[in-house]
């Protein structure tokens, strides 16, 4: 069986690496991103068009999928892929995110956390060892260990103490893992994901425990959050000093064209975020040209198409103009015009960013597609 | 320049007849539906998915587009074509069912109608001769006069009244078609419109004096509105009694698969309905099975494909489960993959219907197809 990460370059000049995860559907080159599809779809985007965009891999969520379709229903589907008509590969979040955001809605002990639906109300109960489960029910390639999101900001003792947890249920979450086969004949592999709030020495130590654990891959949790940008590079760097070579390393929840390229030269191979098709679906593009708000009255009259560097159907084929009309109208069409050009425009991104990095030019490359892509806001 | 409409088969047990529609922007055989594009998009559809649904000419709303983009606008990208990138046909209902409908917004003379924009309240004009000019700048294949539209039920005296207003109007509009010319260098043709509310002799004269007015093409308007369907299938019938055999005869706003099946029997040739695309919204499948409803609790463990027996990616790749659980979860792909199917549906059976009209085969399948469907239902 082949490894399941190969790290084929890296930067001279900065901790950007090129490499390819080997999933049973399908390879993964790295740095990636990866559309969000919690609730089995990437909103507004067809099964068919992801691939066209050629998304490498997608995302799945534990804690939506579980309340529906539910465990039952998956299984009964033979997971996530068979459900969705899906053969790529596929990462879930644990679920621990969703849970701790209920607030008033759970109760944690260290035996796992209770949560009522916020969907119905209803009372259910997250354990390590059935996050794991679950996730062997869904099939994903990837799944991710529960884990306790720390509120932001959080003082340091707690931040130290949700760690001793978190990383009690990781081992445990491993454990289960070693112990339990896949359900659905491919493999899948599991990630630790290390939190530590907005401190470097429990970044540091959260990341060295993890590695002990021993996982495929390691994630970077709880950034993002809300602390200025240039701290969760620096955190990011940290973890990644740590982390080792031969892992993927996978920065959650990050987020936007900067924040991805910074975060690449600081050695981060994986991403996800909902900003390209969240941020879509309120008229905001990301293109070559910067971010633009398509509402803005100055596309009215635009015959320019979206974005003529971008090669997509909706970025090459509809004007400014037209998508205005469309976002003002109300129109379904809005929304899949412009999720098909953001998630086109973060896939160039991150494929160019590969490209780069293999001809040794990642860092320059970084500087002037930032300094035009930023100067170009609406 | 060849004819507009070409008859090439009649049956010779019922009125369904076989025919051809040329038009600079392709040719459209008949009978056809007409899928609905009011605001420059059919709902949740992309236009490539349109071509692929082999969809051969939609439909557009003057009403929608006067007001929103607007005529400056249109203008400036070159009519409707070009604004919305489609280049196969397309035909412009004038307005008028929308004018009529705002009620208390609307004030009528006999130049015309004045009108508050549902949008903004800003006051409105709408005249025969405007009405054709505004469709000269959407530059539709098709155009339609503008009409009064009676309420329903409206009595005798009313809707006689009404007729001779819009008989007007019609000459008027004709008038003005005839000396004005296209301005995106392709033809334009003028459909005069039939109403008559639900009196059997007015339609009559309605038909036979439009007919002297002389139109590339004739509608029959304000059917569908609640009347019995034996009524407005008997209306129809008296309708395609007079109008001339060489001219194409379009049945505006229907309808369900069995009156589309109904009004072929009696001469009708197109159709345009929201039905398909309003209803795919609200979860309501039209399948060759019958009509469903996907939120139904039954389906939630259905692996069957949406319909096998259409052909189109929503019906063939994803099981009534997984569309079930996106319309439960409120994804925005239900109402892509939805429409997807319920159009491809409407398009099928119109092409079925030519195939078996060109066999004379019609009225044994139309049976045999509807008993079936309609016993299937949920």
Redesign the interface.
Known sequence: MSNFFDLIHSSPDCKARRGVLHTDHGDIPTPIFMPVGT???V??????ELKELDAKIILGNTY?LYL??GND?MK??GGLHQ???WDRPILTDSGGYQVFSLQDLRKISDKGVEFRSHIDGSKHFFSPESVVMTQRILGSDIMMVLDECVPYPSDEKYTAKSMELSLKWAKESRDHFNNTNPLWGHRQFQFGIGQGGMYSNLRKEYAERMVDIGFDGYAIGGLSVGEPAELMYELSDISTEILPKDKPRYLMGVGTPENILESIERGIDMFDCVLPTRNARNGQLFTTRGKINIRNSKY??S?EVIDENIDC?ASQ???L??LR??F??N???A???ATQHNIAFYLWLVKTAREKIEKNQFLEWKKNFLDFYLSEND
């Open positions: 609730q089995a779809s909103k507004a985007l067809q099964q068919r939506h529906r379709p229903t009964f589907f459900f969705m008509n009215k009259l015959k159907y084929n509809f004007t103009g037209y009309h469309l003002i109208a129109e379904i069409l929304l899949q015009l």
